[in-house]
């Protein structure tokens, strides 16, 4: 699998162009994508700028010698490069299992394009095998709970290693949710959900993704445009 | 007007019943009603819990010895008592010039009723000659208030008084929206802002209040049911 990833990374780096801003997602695929780029940064020179979504890939960029500026300092991304957990053939998907969601999504609005990166397991026909993570104030965070199952099956906190809540770099609670599958409609449940005060932003994307990079298990990227 | 507040908040403090769980909002006239539920308290005996929207609001009630509990201690609030900048005949509002609007919306929506608190001054046709308030999560706000001044007329930060940004409870910036006057549709408008990544919260209540407390200038309260 890390060869798979590791291929859809180098796929989705080499359409950088010199002198982008280069949004930089999180996760396992996002990982190899910023190391290939940095790979094409130091062979063939090319200027660019780096935004991440999270503090590891920060962190990545950093020590692999990407230019890295806050996002205070852009007006605009040209390109983010980002994984997902569930993509269908709409390009709706479920993103947030590494916890980085409201961050990715604010990369993606300000972005002229999203390219997603996926190994082909995460193609699905339809949304909702995997849990629809939301990202929640902590200020009365199990009423929040209490609304946000009432459009759910299962509802829980996402916590870490030690049981402790996963707390977000924005400083809130995440809960996963498993909806009654397939959710048909992303859109809605999206509204449905961020009308709950105390949602802070979901992991639903949709009429947001562009090129699709595809690895799969023979070694080959596809690219869906 | 201070006296006006005053007598607003003695007369919805009497509607408070034995044994309720209240919930206290932010701001002037609120302040009286905590007050004058404090009063009803020492001189009646009744036995009630409180939550606040703020920590200004809480410090007062425990000031003056009401029981103040988290709100992680409570499932349910019978009564929020809550005043409003702008409110409607239809009962929409807009809150939030305290900064107080995500808590205090996360309090109405896990109360039994919102009972709200104005002077008449507030009362308008339609709302939208007040700001709307948005509260807006840190990272990325200058990208988030690209996407709110393309809904709004003018879209400016709120600082304090050394002209450093105002941050809320919950860590987040507030912008203040001028939107072009008057707002048909608070749902729809809130629908918008709410799709913005970034978007934590907004000054538009609709669909939730109940009791109206309206304090006129000749000294009079009336009950709008």
New interface residues.
């Given amino acids: 699998m890390d060869q798979i990833k590791e291929r859809i990374g180098q796929a989705a780096a080499s359409i950088v162009e010199d002198g982008m801003v280069i949004g930089l997602g999180t996760g396992s695929t996002a990982a190899y994508f910023i190391q290939a780029l940095a790979k094409r940064v130091d062979v063939e020179g090319l200027t660019i700028v780096t935004v991440a979504s999270s503090h590891t890939s920060e962190k990545l960029a950093r020590e692999l010698g990407l230019s890295f500026v806050s996002?205070?300092a852009i007006?605009m991304i040209d390109i983010t490069f980002d994984g997902a957990d569930e993509i269908d053939p709409q390009k709706q998907m479920i993103k947030g299992a590494g916890g980085a969601l409201?961050?990715e999504?604010?990369?993606?609005?300000?972005s002229r394009e999203l390219v997603i990166m996926v190994d082909s397991s995460k193609c699905v026909d339809t949304l909702g095998k995997a849990k629809v993570p939301v990202e929640v104030?902590?200020?009365?965070h199990?009423?929040?709970q209490?609304?946000l199952s009432s459009l759910a099956t299962s509802c829980t906190m996402r916590t870490r290693g030690d049981g402790k809540p996963f707390i977000t770099?924005?400083?809130h609670f995440i809960y996963d949710l498993l909806v009654e599958s397939p959710i048909n409609s992303p859109a809605l449940l999206d509204?449905q959900l961020?009308?709950?005060?105390?949602v802070?932003?979901t992991g639903l994307f949709y009429n947001i993704a562009g090129r699709i990079f595809i690895g799969y298990n023979d070694g080959t990227v596809k690219l869906l445009s």
């Fill in positions: 996002m205070d007006d409201l961050k999504k604010i990369l993606a609005y300000a104030v902590q200020f009365g199990h009423l929040t209490a609304h770099e924005s400083q509204q961020r009308k709950i005060p105390g802070v932003e």
